[in-house]
């Protein structure tokens, strides 16, 4: 154990600021767009797989339920899954069209009952970037080989 | 020059992108004379030949796979050893793969033809019935239900099948209830399952202790053992009891008792306690062994064995001609729309009689119901022809590996010894296997993790179930080989059982009791129920019922001792930290 204990009020977040007795960076992404994609329970894979061939870095998955083509398609709206797979994409804007198109040719959206997908831009992202992609562009410390 | 992907041009080339207003497609705001609106109702969408494809591709495909991970490892296993160890090839080949495939698509129509067209009578009549009618009502709806899913498990064909081994001469008693009185059979099992829905809903209400109820329904259900143990006629339908609480619980009952049981609870306001779900499948076990030895000790008393001899002459005898529905396809059939039938038209009747509702999405639940019928015709075809014909043949020749059997004549084919440890093996196996595959077992583990705030891991848990089984089969099928009284295997089990339940908390009872059941679904039970009596008839003792039994209470008793395994190692843990913390202070 360390002579010096922190005080019991300070934070997790604060000891290892404290502890690393370093500034801390936060590289805002600019330019980029959220695609969100909702496809029948199960097919979310498929969609999150067609983004990343089209350079997507990944995918967040999440549950839902949602009405819409079903009732309309009479006998054969039993064949589609009340429960949804909703799936968010961040891409670049430039992006943008190659993943938007390979999600919808890879979903069949274009049949009824399939699906539903937009884009929505962002303001601003941020994430983890690998120290050597930033300094490639000119932000941050030079990174040791 | 400037290059292109390939896969880039095609795109560029098939791909026609436009863009269209929304605003367009939206539809137009209709107003009445007061001015409000009349709500829009969106035209039939007309669909063609590739998304009709599409839609279908995609919702048969996941139901057919998943019936297909059931089905086909276990029949692989069976064929490749008896084809590898036994030296016998599977015949008819033809028959048993087709009547493989009749399996899988049976269960996939049913299955998802339950889930369109019976559940939703379920949770309607759950939801509404507490709120019209008063509580003996309710139960007395909730006793009809447990008989009548008792009636629409796919497992329970099975037994009819195991009834036309089994050799008068030899056990009149167990002949005569599984022939002539075989719809008394199922009505007696099904209405130890329409208590245990009873008992079940109160225990919803009134959030019971499940240890109470199991010292209640072991302790008779032993005592009737005991019983049965002083009369040699009895005794050998125990077997055959024991079995029958595994074929119970299978994918109609549970949901379909869960779903009342909820529903009554929810509006009563109660029942949210993580735990009620669970003791409806113990209870559904345990009260038809009572209820089926009591049946037993009825025909004993009421029936001479002379009786039944002479009744069952008639039909030993094999006649050519029988009528259309009790040869193969039409039996098969008539038992499917039996089954059925009475449950929907049971279902029917609480809800426009007592409810007086009409069903939403009447279209949707008729599909269900045509789905239903059509799938457990279809399983019973593949029943008959495939799962208890391969059951009964790799049974058949089971003993051929350390013993002479009339069937093979270069048996025995192994040294007396390895032979036994070959099938013995074979059936351990057999268990985990089966075990490990089954999808319930996998949703009962995540429950498990959540309750025990992941004390008990989800494979921890299926892990010991499948050990459990494992064990449980490989003795099972000891006790035919050897002839074993099946009291002496359960009694024993059982009064261990009930120390550890004592010992064990409440979580751990609820689970460790229930797991028994989730591992008894359609195509195990018929499976192990021709198994055993094929090994039952090669070496030649009165009757192979009881595997069921032995495999059921193993895992109760393998997942109670890892409960308190992990109660005692979580205590020391929690003693250590506790030591730690004084040093340090």
Known sequence: ?145 | MPSIRYGQYLRDTTLVAQSISYNKLAPGITRDTQGKIIPYVAQRIRLQGVDIYRLLKNYTKDRFLEQVKAVLPLAIYMSLFQIFILNRIVEPALSITFGMIGVIIGLMLFIEGLMQGLMPFGETIGNLLPKKSSLPSVLMIAFLLGVGVTFAEPAIGALKTAGQIVSVEKAPYLFALLNDWSGALVLMVGGGVGLAAVLGTLRFLYDWSLKPLIYLSVIPALLVTLYALNDPELEKILGLAWDCGGVTTGPVTVPLVLALGIGIASSAGKGNTKLSGFGIVTLASLFPVIGVMALAIYVRETVPVATILAAANPVATPVGDLPWHETSPGSDIVLGMRAILPLVAFLMLVLRVMLREKIANAGVVTYGIILTLLGMCIFNLGLTHGLSSLGAQTGGLLPGAFTHIPAMEESPLYLYLLGLMIVLLFSWLLGFGATLAEPALNALGVTVENLTQGVFKKQALIRSVSLGVAFGMAIGVAKIIFDLALAHLLIPAYLLALVLTHFSTEEFVNIGWDSAGVTTGPITVPLVLSIGLGVGGAVGVVEGFGILAVASICPIISVLSMGLLAKYRAGRNAREEAACVDIHA
């Open chain 1, 1 to 145: 154990m360390r002579g010096k204990k922190p005080p019991a009020s300070i934070s997790m977040h604060e000891k290892e600021f404290e502890m690393n007795n370093a500034k801390r960076n936060i590289t805002f992404l600019t330019d980029v767009c959220l695609i969100t994609c909702i496809v029948q329970r199960g097919l979310g894979d498929t969609i999150v797989q067609a983004a990343r061939d089209a350079g997507a870095h990944g995918a967040t998955v999440y549950f839902a339920r949602g009405s819409g083509v079903r009732e309309r398609l009479g006998m054969l709206g039993v064949a589609v899954e009340v429960e949804k797979e909703v799936v968010n994409i961040v891409v670049a804007t430039e992006q943008m069209n190659v993943v938007f198109d390979n999600v919808f040719l890879a979903g069949q959206l274009d049949t009824p009952g399939m699906g539903f997908m937009y884009v929505t831009p962002l303001e601003k992202a941020a994430t983890y970037i690998p120290p050597e992609v930033l300094h490639k562009w000119g932000i941050g410390e030079k990174v040791s080989p």
